[in-house]
Each structure stands twice: as structure tokens, then as C-alpha cells.
T-cell receptor, first 113, second 111 residues
Framework: DAGITQSPRHKVTETGTPVTLRCHQTENHRYMYWYRQDPGHGLRLIHYSYGVKDTDKGEVSDGYSVSRSKTEDFLLTLESATSSQTSVYFC????????????FGPGTRLTVL | GQQVMQIPQYQHVQEGEDFTTYCNSSTTLSNIQWYKQRPGGHPVFLIQLVKSGEVKKQKRLTFQFGEAKKNSSLHITATQTTDVGTYFCAGPGGATNKLIFGTGTLLAVQP
């Protein structure tokens, strides 16, 4: 497996609290992505990054923000968590241009009560 | 916007039976990728198809890219319990380096 770690792996939090999920890679890949996975919806892109400090929105970005200050780290922040953000979050990386394979991290299971 | 649909959503087979999942895009794709996610795991890249009408095989798995490059299929011959999981197709999402994933097909294999 590619060198991708996510932390924490599991988190339970309460509505209204801020939450930050971290994705760390050791592959020096240019592109990093955050997805959420929910039953019946497959993988939906939240935000992605195409370089340090270069990020863009995906299809379900409302309520989420991201930051990438270093090549190896991509942070996903829920400013004020809601129950609808209960999900499994996956980070992914890829090294090339459009269509290159993506390597996924192990995922973070987030529960918002 | 661009959509990638997969059917069926779920398939239950007896071990040894064949299985096929179909992927359809609302737009023409430059390539299509397939991923497998084991229960409780993360998606893992299987293969990428680029050419119109391309067929690739990986042991018991056969992947096909349609002539119009808007559809694809994954066929598994003689399923085994190790094939259990969700299979996703994914295509490039516009001009940027994004992938649009299909909704996935969950395969259950009964021994």
C-alpha cells in the first residue's frame, strides 16, 4: 500500500464542535483528495489539492474547509460539525495528471451526535 | 453535471457463478478506472482502460471499455469468496485532476 495515513481513525463528537481530520503521505504525490462515503452514495469528493496551498472544491464541499501547507499533509476541517456529516472519510493521493490512479488511506469513521 | 451510474447496486451469487457489473457515464470518458473495496477497507485500484473497445483481463476478471467510451463492464468468472466487496468504476471529472466515482456494486458470494 502507498504511504498514506489518516488520523484519527475513529472519532465521536457532538454537534457544533469543530473537527479536523489529517491526511499524511510519504509518496511526495502532487494531488490529494478528501472523499466521504455514505451508503447509497458511493464516494463523493469534498475538496482536493493540486499543490501546496492550491485547493479547490468538490461536489459536496459545503460545511468543509481544507488546508495544505506542506506537500505531505492535507487537513480537512468541519468548522461546526452536524449530524449529516457523520460518515467515513477517505483521503486519496495521485501523482500525475487527469485520470491517474488514486491511492486511498485507511479512512476515518466520524460520528456526530 | 457529469454522472457515473453503476448497476446493479447489489448482487448475491453462489460461489462459482459468474458476476457482471455495468458502468455508464453521462459523458464521453478519456479513460475509466476500476476499484475494489473489501468490507471495512479502503478502495484499491484495479485497472485503467483508455482505448475505445479495450478489453483487459486480470486472471478471472475481465474489464471492457465501450466503443463510445461512455460505458464499461467488469466480469468475474467463477466467483470466489475472496471476490466479496464493492466494485467502483470512476472516470475523469472535467478538465481538472478529479475522478467521478460510480455508486458501486456490492458483491456477496455465498460459499
Amino acid at each position: 500500500d502507498a504511504g498514506i495515513t489518516q488520523s484519527p481513525r475513529h472519532k465521536v463528537t457532538e454537534t457544533g464542535t469543530p473537527v479536523t481530520l489529517r491526511c499524511h503521505q510519504t509518496e511526495n504525490h502532487r494531488y490529494m483528495y478528501w472523499y466521504r462515503q455514505d451508503p447509497g452514495h458511493g464516494l463523493r469528493l469534498i475538496h482536493y489539492s493540486y499543490g501546496v496551498k492550491d485547493t479547490d472544491k468538490g461536489e459536496v464541499s459545503d460545511g468543509y474547509s481544507v488546508s495544505r501547507s506542506k506537500t505531505e499533509d492535507f487537513l480537512l476541517t468541519l468548522e461546526s460539525a452536524t449530524s449529516s456529516q457523520t460518515s467515513v472519510y477517505f483521503c486519496a493521493i495521485s501523482g500525475g495528471r487527469g485520470g491517474d490512479e488514486q491511492f486511498f488511506g485507511p479512512g476515518t469513521r466520524l460520528t456526530v451526535l | 453535471g457529469q454522472q457515473v451510474m453503476q448497476i446493479p447496486q447489489y448482487q448475491h451469487v453462489q460461489e462459482g457463478e459468474d458476476f457482471t457489473t455495468y458502468c455508464n457515464s453521462s459523458t464521453t470518458l478519456s479513460n475509466i478506472q476500476w476499484y475494489k473495496q473489501r468490507p471495512g477497507g479502503h478502495p484499491v485500484f484495479l485497472i485503467q482502460l483508455v482505448k475505445s473497445g479495450e478489453v483487459k483481463k486480470q486472471k478471472r476478471l475481465t474489464f471492457q471499455f465501450g466503443e463510445a467510451k461512455k460505458n464499461s463492464s467488469l466480469h468475474i468468472t467463477a466467483t470466489q469468496t475472496t471476490d466479496v466487496g464493492t466494485y467502483f468504476c470512476a472516470g475523469p471529472g472535467g478538465a481538472t485532476n478529479k475522478l467521478i466515482f460510480g455508486t458501486g456494486t456490492l458483491l456477496a458470494v455465498q460459499p
